[in-house]
């Protein structure tokens, strides 16, 4: 039944615990007869072999669970996320089609850098999550300081549901202010049996503030239950105040948090009651709208088994054994195996061969699919991230996720002459799998060069490229991908005339190239001819040659971050002209005028964040400032030092192993894009020194 599944993801910063505790959901549920740890490489989700050997999450693993309470049987279908910046994809397209997610936060680190930028990917999609505050038994850990920091600095409701009882190595369970009860865990069972206990008398005058307030908020939600607390707040009974606190969940004006220790088996069955509970299923959100590609208008697809089928392919994997493996979130209708598609994004038919019930990389199949489930397909020829999946008699378009660009880049190449053909075979399989993961041809230098989000995403690119696909490669060292833009308005005329004996070329356009604001990307184009001076047939070869033109500019050959074209007049042979030359007379025109329009570099500048003990701050500071660091605050946190500054990425390749050395081991840092900035004069002409040989004028 639709009502009782749930469609949710698990997120966090890195090593807020999000692994530990999705593998004591697959044990409590009875997915797997023994928990897996992270830390001895052997959890269930982290089933890369390099997830294994780093103990972290780097690709997103999805698994179907199933959860009995209050004698219904609950269908989960879990997706659990990395956390790790570099691999912040897997997030944004996990996010694009859940219901739900829980929020895991260290109960030590509270909200750290990574927490806040897939809490706004979750604000961005308005998907409702509850807050796990993991790792209470930790040193430090405190409850209420996370609590406030969601409010503070993710400017969201926390409303606890639980209050944990004792702290650090004394943490032994919650009270659930709902239920007025307390809970502790058996050890001895690995937490699979927990008792009610007396609420400890320490506690009640907390429990009795916080219950109150949660009544006093429930009540605010439906005016039965306010005139009830008017006249007796005991006679609001249990299921009121779940009801109230589920509809203002799903309606994204609070957000639930309740505490436990998942390494050490405590708290995990509350959460998956409260995933249960709050979370909403697929018919409690609003119905998916779309675009029909034929009429333009829009569309809306309700979660019915009876409505035309349609999905969303959200992550494309390959699988050795398989081939090409399409995850898809189904939103209505129902899909049986070997029957044909509609892909709408590229308006192919397609044949599903197999469905595939996923259980990290295990695959169980099924016969059919429908509304609100999640599978991964077999049998598409031609797929990728974001592509609408639908009924052929009822074609719909939804809008694809937004993936960041790549800031980083190395030159590869194959370590023996067999490979050559075999390296762009693999590297396209992975740019299919990753859309933040880019590969192109340098037009000077002939390399290859491949793109990502950071030192780590490409160190495991090419460690895949290694033991997946058998291809050993040479690169080099790591390079900013810069951008490229202009700083002024220049108008322009390109003639192009080519003449060879018999029917030749020609083409004329006069266009104006203009800058535009930071948040605008890729080529803006505007159509400004009315006499007919150049044919409608030719204008999007022109669009076509002013967009391939913006992949190389002409300062460093870095691709332009965006750039609005209006295009003025021209004029055409009736012979001579075709499509091929107006794309051509684009290219070099948009050449032409970005050398008359001030061209500059943009790099990439980070968010960084350091922490670290009282007495290093100083050289912290210090080190950051020789950076062309901008420093933005310092905060405490659990007795140490945050500081927050932002950073060009040229200048942070190596700062792990200096901040270790400044900080005698004992700081910690985590960076993530921020945005693109002009860059210095003096880094420009280093930048030009180093590709072209020489400086050129600009």
Same mark, same amino acid.
């Given at each position: 039944?639709?009502?009782?599944?749930?469609?949710?993801?698990?997120?966090?910063?890195?090593?807020?615990?999000?692994?530990?505790?999705?593998?004591?959901?697959?044990?409590?549920?009875?997915?797997?007869?023994?928990?897996?740890?992270?830390?001895?490489?052997?959890?269930?989700?982290?089933?890369?072999?390099?997830?294994?050997?780093?103990?972290?999450?780097?690709?997103?693993?999805?698994?179907?669970?199933?959860?009995?309470?209050?004698?219904?049987?609950?269908?989960?279908?879990?997706?659990?996320?990395?956390?790790?910046?570099?691999?912040?994809?897997?997030?944004?397209?996990?996010?694009?089609?859940? &219901?739900?997610?829980?929020?895991?936060?260290?109960?030590?680190?509270?909200?750290?850098?990574?927490?806040?930028?897939?809490?706004?990917?979750?604000?961005?999609?308005?998907?409702?999550?509850?807050?796990?505050?993991?790792?209470?038994?930790?040193?430090?850990?405190?409850?209420?300081?996370?609590?406030?920091?969601?409010?503070?600095?993710?400017?969201?409701?926390?409303?606890?549901?639980?209050?944990?009882?004792?702290?650090?190595?004394?943490?032994?369970?919650?009270?659930?202010?709902?239920?007025?009860?307390?809970?502790?865990?058996?050890?001895?069972?690995?937490?699979?049996?927990?008792?009610?206990?007396?609420?400890?008398?320490?506690?009640?005058?907390?429990?009795?503030?916080?219950?109150?307030?949660?009544?006093?908020?429930?009540?605010?939600?439906?005016?039965?239950?306010? %005139?009830?607390?008017?006249? &007796?707040?005991?006679?609001?009974?249990?299921?009121?105040?779940?009801?109230?606190?589920?509809?203002?969940?799903?309606?994204?004006?609070?957000?639930?948090?309740?505490?436990?220790?998942?390494?050490?088996?405590?708290?995990?069955?509350?959460?998956?009651?409260?995933?249960?509970?709050?979370?909403?299923?697929?018919?409690?959100?609003?119905?998916?709208?779309?675009?029909?590609?034929?009429?333009?208008?829009?569309?809306?697809?309700?979660?019915?088994?009876?409505?035309?089928?349609?999905?969303?392919?959200?992550?494309?994997?390959?699988?050795?054994?398989?081939?090409?493996?399409?995850?898809?979130?189904?939103?209505?209708?129902?899909?049986? %195996?070997?029957?044909?598609?509609?892909?709408?994004?590229?308006?192919?038919?397609?044949?599903?061969?197999?469905?595939?019930?996923?259980?990290?990389?295990?695959?169980?199949?099924?016969?059919?699919?429908?509304?609100?489930?999640?599978?991964?397909?077999?049998?598409?020829?031609?797929?990728?991230?974001?592509?609408? #999946?639908?009924?052929?008699?009822?074609?719909? #378009?939804?809008?694809?996720?937004?993936?960041?660009?790549?800031?980083?880049?190395?030159?590869?190449?194959?370590?023996?002459?067999?490979?050559?053909?075999?390296?762009?075979?693999?590297?396209?399989?992975?740019?299919?799998?990753?859309?933040?993961?880019?590969?192109?041809?340098?037009?000077?230098?002939?390399?290859?060069?491949?793109?990502?989000?950071?030192?780590?995403?490409?160190?495991?690119?090419?460690?895949?490229?290694?033991?997946?696909?058998?291809?050993?490669?040479?690169?080099?060292?790591?390079?900013?991908?810069?951008?490229?833009?202009?700083?002024?308005?220049?108008?322009?005329?390109?003639?192009?005339?080519?003449?060879?004996?018999?029917?030749?070329?020609?083409? &004329?356009?006069?266009?104006?190239?203009?800058?535009?604001?930071?948040?605008?990307?890729?080529?803006?184009?505007?159509?400004?001819?009315?006499?007919?001076?150049?044919?409608?047939?030719?204008?999007?070869?022109?669009?076509?040659?002013?967009?391939?033109?913006?992949?190389?500019?002409?300062?460093?050959?870095?691709?332009?971050?965006?750039?609005?074209?209006?295009?003025?007049?021209?004029?055409?042979?009736?012979?001579?002209?075709?499509?091929?030359?107006?794309?051509?007379?684009?290219?070099?025109?948009?050449?032409?005028?970005?050398?008359?329009?001030?061209?500059?570099?943009?790099?990439?500048?980070?968010?960084?964040?350091?922490?670290?003990? &009282?007495?290093?701050?100083?050289?912290?500071?210090?080190?950051?400032?020789?950076?062309?660091?901008?420093?933005?605050?310092?905060?405490?946190?659990?007795?140490?030092?945050?500081?927050?500054?932002?950073?060009?990425?040229?200048?942070?390749?190596?700062?792990?192993?200096?901040?270790?050395?400044?900080?005698?081991?004992?700081?910690?840092?985590?960076?993530?894009?921020?945005?693109?900035?002009?860059?210095?004069?003096?880094?420009?002409?280093?930048?030009?020194?180093?590709?072209?040989?020489?400086?050129?004028?600009?």
């Amino acid at each position: 039944m639709l009502q009782n599944t749930r469609n949710i993801g698990i997120m966090a910063h890195i090593d807020a615990g999000k692994t530990t505790s999705t593998e004591r959901i697959l044990y409590y549920t009875g997915k797997n007869y023994k928990i897996g740890e992270v830390h001895d490489g052997n959890a269930t989700m982290d089933w890369m072999i390099q997830e294994q050997e780093r103990g972290i999450t780097i690709t997103s693993a999805a698994t179907t669970v199933f959860w009995d309470f209050e004698k219904e049987n609950y269908k989960i279908n879990i997706i659990d996320t990395p956390g790790h910046v570099d691999f912040t994809v897997e997030v944004e397209r996990s996010l694009r089609v859940l &219901d739900g997610a829980v929020a895991i936060f260290c109960g030590v680190g509270g909200v750290e850098p990574q927490t806040e930028t897939v809490w706004r990917q979750a604000d961005k999609y308005k998907v409702p999550r509850i807050c796990f505050v993991n790792k209470m038994d930790r040193a430090s850990a405190d409850f209420f300081t996370v609590v406030n920091q969601i409010k503070d600095k993710l400017g969201a409701n926390p409303i606890p549901l639980q209050i944990p009882i004792g702290s650090e190595e004394n943490f032994i369970g919650v009270v659930d202010l709902i239920k007025n009860k307390a809970f502790v865990w058996d050890e001895e069972t690995l937490g699979s049996n927990y008792y009610e206990i007396d609420i400890p008398e320490e506690l009640q005058e907390v429990v009795n503030e916080y219950r109150t307030r949660l009544i006093e908020g429930a009540a605010e939600e439906n005016e039965e239950i306010f %005139e009830k607390f008017l006249k &007796d707040p005991n006679s609001i009974k249990e299921t009121e105040i779940i009801e109230a606190i589920r509809k203002a969940t799903i309606e994204l004006r609070i957000t639930p948090v309740i505490c436990g220790a998942s390494f050490k088996n405590k708290g995990v069955q509350l959460l998956i009651d409260a995933i249960v509970q709050y979370l909403p299923s697929p018919l409690d959100v609003s119905a998916v709208t779309g675009t029909n590609p034929s009429t333009e208008e829009i569309e809306i697809r309700e979660p019915k088994v009876d409505a035309p089928f349609s999905a969303l392919a959200f992550k494309i994997t390959t699988d050795p054994f398989v081939g090409k493996l399409a995850f898809i979130r189904v939103y209505s209708g129902t899909l049986n %195996e070997g029957s044909t598609l509609l892909n709408a994004s590229t308006d192919k038919r397609e044949r599903v061969s197999r469905i595939l019930q996923m259980h990290a990389n295990k695959q169980n199949p099924v016969a059919s699919v429908e509304a609100g489930d999640i599978v991964a397909i077999i049998g598409f020829k031609t797929i990728r991230t974001g592509d609408t #999946l639908c009924a052929e008699k009822s074609p719909i #378009l939804f809008e694809p996720p937004v993936f960041p660009e790549p800031v980083i880049s190395v030159a590869v190449e194959p370590k023996t002459q067999e490979d050559i053909d075999r390296l762009g075979l693999s590297l396209n399989k992975l740019s299919e799998e990753d859309p933040t993961f880019d590969v192109r041809v340098d037009e000077e230098s002939g390399q290859t060069i491949i793109s990502g989000m950071g030192e780590l995403h490409l160190e495991i690119i090419l460690d895949r490229l290694k033991r997946e696909f058998k291809v050993e490669c040479n690169h080099g060292n790591p390079q900013v991908a810069y951008k490229e833009a202009i700083t002024s308005i220049v108008k322009h005329r390109e003639v192009y005339k080519k003449q060879s004996g018999g029917r030749g070329k020609f083409a &004329d356009i006069e266009f104006e190239i203009a800058p535009v604001s930071e948040e605008v990307k890729g080529l803006v184009f505007i159509n400004k001819i009315k006499n007919g001076s150049v044919p409608n047939e030719f204008i999007s070869s022109i669009e076509k040659g002013f967009k391939i033109a913006m992949t190389n500019g002409v300062l460093a050959g870095f691709s332009m971050q965006g750039v609005q074209v209006t295009l003025l007049d021209g004029s055409y042979h009736s012979v001579d002209s075709d499509n091929l030359a107006f794309e051509i007379v684009a290219k070099i025109g948009f050449k032409e005028a970005c050398k008359k329009a001030k061209s500059i570099l943009l790099e990439p500048i980070m968010q960084l964040e350091v922490v670290t003990p &009282d007495q290093y701050i100083g050289d912290v500071s210090s080190d950051i400032n020789k950076r062309r660091g901008r420093l933005e605050g310092i905060d405490t946190r659990s007795g140490l030092q945050v500081v927050r500054a932002k950073v060009p990425l040229s200048e942070m390749f190596g700062y792990v192993t200096v901040l270790r050395s400044i900080t005698s081991g004992r700081g910690t840092s985590s960076l993530q894009f921020s945005s693109y900035m002009e860059t210095p004069r003096a880094i420009i002409e280093e930048v030009l020194y180093r590709i072209k040989g020489y400086v050129v004028n600009f």
